[in-house]
C-alpha cells in the first residue's frame, strides 16, 4: 500500500477544514497510508520585506527538510506548477508508483508560499489552478484529487 504524507506548513484553525480534511483522510485509508504533518508557520510582519520573507521561507524549509522522508516522489504545490486535469494527476500518481515510488510526499507551503531551493528538488510541481486559494483549502482540495485519483485508477464511481 502507497504512502501519502502531505507536509503541511501552517496549521488548520477553522473547523470546517479540519471536519472535511478529516472526511478525505478516512476516504483515503482504503487506498493509502495517508498521513497530514503540520509544520509551523514562520513569523511575519504586516507588511513583510523581501528580505523577511526570504528569511521566512528559509526557516520554514528547515521544518520541511526535517520531516522529508528519504526516498519516494516529492510534489510541490505552488503556483507556477503544472496543471493537470483530475485523470491526469490520477495517471501521475500511478507513474510514480510503477517507477517504485512507494512513498509520496506533497508540499503546501504557508502564506509566502515554498521556498525555491524545494520547489527545485520535487520531482513534480503541482499546480491545483490558476486562480489563488487559501493555502488551508489547498489541502482539503488536494485530498479530495487524491481521493478522486485513486476513484479513478480503481474504476470507482466517485469520479464522472
Given at each position: 500500500m502507497q504512502k501519502v504524507s502531505v507536509l503541511c506548513v501552517g ?44 528569511r521566512a521561507l528559509l526557516e520554514e524549509t528547515g521544518r520541511v ?16 506548477g503544472k496543471t493537470l486535469s483530475s485523470p491526469a494527476f490520477a ?70
Amino acid at each position: 500500500m502507497q504512502k501519502v504524507s502531505v507536509l503541511c506548513v501552517g496549521k488548520l484553525k477553522e473547523k470546517f477544514y479540519a471536519d472535511a480534511a478529516a472526511e478525505y483522510l478516512k476516504r483515503l485509508s482504503r487506498y493509502c497510508k495517508a498521513e497530514i504533518v503540520e509544520l509551523a508557520e514562520a513569523r511575519l510582519s504586516e507588511a513583510p520585506s523581501p528580505a523577511e520573507i526570504e528569511r521566512a521561507l528559509l526557516e520554514e524549509t528547515g521544518r520541511v527538510e526535517e520531516k522529508l522522508p528519504k526516498s519516494g516522489a516529492l510534489i510541490a504545490l505552488c503556483v507556477e506548477g503544472k496543471t493537470l486535469s483530475s485523470p491526469a494527476f490520477a495517471e501521475a500518481l500511478s507513474s510514480f508508483a510503477v517507477s517504485g515510488a512507494s512513498q509520496l510526499t506533497f508540499l503546501i507551503g504557508g502564506s509566502v508560499g515554498l521556498h525555491q531551493s524545494l520547489k527545485d528538488r520535487a520531482d513534480l510541481r503541482l499546480s491545483m489552478s490558476p486562480m489563488t486559494f487559501p493555502h488551508h483549502l489547498a489541502r482539503v482540495m488536494l485530498l479530495e484529487q487524491l481521493y478522486r485519483a485513486y476513484q479513478i485508477q480503481t474504476g470507482g464511481r466517485y469520479h464522472k
